[in-house]
């Protein structure tokens, strides 16, 4: 049975534990002209994230949670958390590594994630993913180094805890599918139950271009807990949701992964700096280049908030991407779901001139807004219109 948010008080007491606070100026969108330029004089920072360097990815992960003041500041004694990576070629990993090529996000960081959510307290871990195929071999999500996977580390860890640590492929193993509202031609939006009904949902992206969003971080992420079924179709041998779901251009596809970011109301980000995708992405069958940062940068990076905006306007900044010309960035921040104004993000661990790289951009397949002043052609002062 299908449930609507709005109707159904079970799902929206569910989704309210999980809301955390965010900042005054921006809930009350009473900062929301100036979005397009960072203010000028001196500002209040009104978002934290966490920057960590290094090459061992699994301490990273912890290092840069406590810069936030430790992953109990989100996850709470006997919560569900659900970890939501960006696995969009786990089908191919059996053909190729797509987690060297820059394609999916690490399972070291997804591991690390998990566990220090048991260590919390956390009563029952679920990571999750859709992709292109109804099931995922979990198998195929090797660390780096082949040592392990995350399907063998969800039974290591529910055995050392004694509490369920699981992997779903979303199509699948998702209960139901509840209906979040949106403002778009769809009305509503279906994501999975494990998603909507967990205490804490956690993004974990891999920082990558995208031929068709500019940028796939955060935000983008959560496209992947919509059901195949209901929204994709046959494009180039494969299933997809870019033929179902309006990707004619970055404001179209953005209004609706947006809308499910504002129902479903994530609590925490990490975004995956260590080996990535640029130009054509998400993928290098695209025509994306893969990008380790230990090249550019010297190190992996791994950056963090609970501002799920914010972490992607860092991650943007460091990309080489001015977050007033990333659309989702642009309106997201009008949504008021999180800040994109540099002055008002405290970047702890780390400063941003220092994180900087080159990092090329996406040649967009589908038709860019025109800019002007440095904003998208839409009014910066309101939520672009939708489809």
């Not at 139950?193 to 974990?204: E, G, N, Y």
């Amino acid at each position: 049975m299908t449930d609507t948010v709005k109707d159904q008080a079970d799902t929206s007491a569910a989704i309210s534990r999980r809301e955390f606070v965010r900042v005054a100026a921006v809930a009350a969108g009473s900062a929301m002209t100036g979005a397009c330029a960072d203010s000028t004089g001196p500002a209040e920072p009104t978002a934290q994230v966490a920057a960590v360097r290094g090459t061992d990815l699994q301490t990273m992960t912890r290092h840069v949670l406590d810069g936030l003041g430790g992953i109990q500041t989100v996850v709470h004694e006997g919560e569900t958390v659900f970890i939501k990576p960006n696995m969009v070629t786990l089908p191919w990993a059996g053909q190729s590594n797509v987690f060297a090529l820059g394609e999916c996000t690490k399972p070291e960081v997804v591991i690390a994630v998990a566990e220090q959510c048991l260590e919390a307290g956390a009563a029952e871990v679920v990571i999750g993913d859709g992709s292109h195929q109804p099931t995922l071999n979990w198998a195929y999500a090797k660390t780096l180094d082949g040592s392990t996977d995350l399907s063998s580390e969800a039974l290591r860890l529910s055995s050392t805890y004694g509490r369920t640590v699981r992997v779903a492929s979303l199509e699948v193993d998702s209960p139901e599918w509840v209906e979040v509202p949106s403002d778009t031609y769809l009305g509503t939006i279906a994501v999975s139950s494990l998603v909507a009904r967990a205490d804490r949902v956690i993004s974990i992206p891999v920082a990558k271009t995208h031929s068709w969003a500019q940028l796939t971080l955060s935000l983008k992420n959560f496209v992947g807990i919509t059901p195949l079924e209901r929204y994709g179709d046959v494009a180039n041998g494969v299933m997809d949701r870019g033929v179902v779901l309006d990707h004619s251009s970055p404001q179209a596809i953005a209004a609706i992964y947006l809308d499910i970011v504002q129902g479903i109301k994530p609590d925490l980000a990490i975004v995956d700096f260590s080996i990535g995708v640029e130009g054509d992405g998400p993928n290098l069958s695209h025509g994306g280049r893969t990008v380790d940062m230990r090249d550019r940068l010297g190190s992996w990076l791994l950056l963090a908030s609970t501002d799920l905006v914010a972490a992607d306007a860092t991650a943007a900044r460091i990309m080489s991407h001015d977050p007033a010309r990333v659309t989702q960035l642009v309106m997201g921040y009008e949504m008021g779901l999180g800040e994109i104004r540099e002055d008002r993000i405290e970047l702890i661990g780390a400063n941003l001139s220092d994180l900087r790289v080159s990092w090329s951009g996406a040649q967009l397949r589908n038709q860019l807004q025109a800019s002007v002043g440095g904003c998208p052609l839409f009014s910066c002062g309101r939520r672009a219109a939708t489809v």
